[in-house]
């Protein structure tokens, strides 16, 4: 069965301080992997995808980079932190095609506080 | 280009009510449509998904049928429990790798 881990659980951090996080996906090949932010009481915003190592397209920066180093992992970082960087970051991933497994799942998240 | 609205903002229900979360869509590839839900704290989790043979979904009482002819996929269920208070999600599937959501329907049901 496949899996999907997030790490950090969860994080606090100082304005202009790095950060990275990162997500991998076990017991699936060459999924498409996406990164969303979601604000405290806002809506899910897509910043990056993936449909192969080393191919990041990005949705939405919000001053934030996107790599995929290996087939199963994902990593989002930056070298600055800003405040409005707070929030739940997602993790997702999708089978590339299919008529009955065109869905996306979602990892359990790392949420973020900036200070 | 491609697209998805769904009822934003707060709904509230009383215990009992039919609910009902509208959702239609825009697409230029044959659609997959999907409704998550969002409970507080956690992570989107999928609740339903429209399927190629016209088949109705249904899970935990939710259904949902996709009209190609009113490029919808509206959410309901007959009778609202205290525990589907939740952050629905619409999404939209448009071609290969290209994932849509809406604003998010907060619902809560009151008793």
């Known amino acids: 069965a496949q899996t999907i881990h997030q790490w950090p659980v969860a994080e606090i951090k100082a304005v202009g301080s790095p950060l990275s996080l990162g997500c991998t996906i076990k017991?699936?090949?060459?999924?498409?992997l996406y990164w969303y932010w979601q604000a405290t009481g806002g809506t899910l915003q897509q910043l990056f995808y993936?449909?192969?190592?080393?191919?990041v397209e990005s949705v939405v920066q919000l001053n934030l980079s996107a790599s995929r180093p290996k087939d199963d992992q994902f990593i989002l970082s930056t070298e600055k932190l800003l405040l409005s960087h707070s929030g739940f970051y997602l993790c997702a991933w999708s089978l590339v095609w299919g008529n009955n497994y065109a869905e996306q799942f979602f990892g359990p998240g790392t949420r973020l506080t900036v200070l | 280009g491609d697209s998805v609205t769904q009822t934003e903002g707060l709904v509230t229900l009383t215990e009992g009510l039919p609910v009902m979360l509208n959702c239609t869509y825009q697409s230029t590839y044959s659609p997959f449509l999907f409704w998550y839900v969002q409970h507080l704290n956690e992570a989107p989790k999928l609740l339903l998904k429209?399927?190629?043979?016209?088949k109705r979904p249904e899970h935990q009482g939710f259904h949902a049928t996709l009209h190609k002819s009113s490029s919808s996929f509206h959410l309901q269920k007959s009778s609202a429990q205290l525990s589907d208070s939740a952050l629905y999600y619409c999404a939209l599937r448009a071609g290969y790798q290209n994932f849509y959501f809406g604003k998010g329907t907060s619902l809560t049901v009151i008793p």
């Open positions: 017991g699936k090949s060459s999924p498409n």
């Open positions: 993936s449909i192969t190592v080393g191919q």
């Open positions: 429209s399927f190629t043979d016209n």
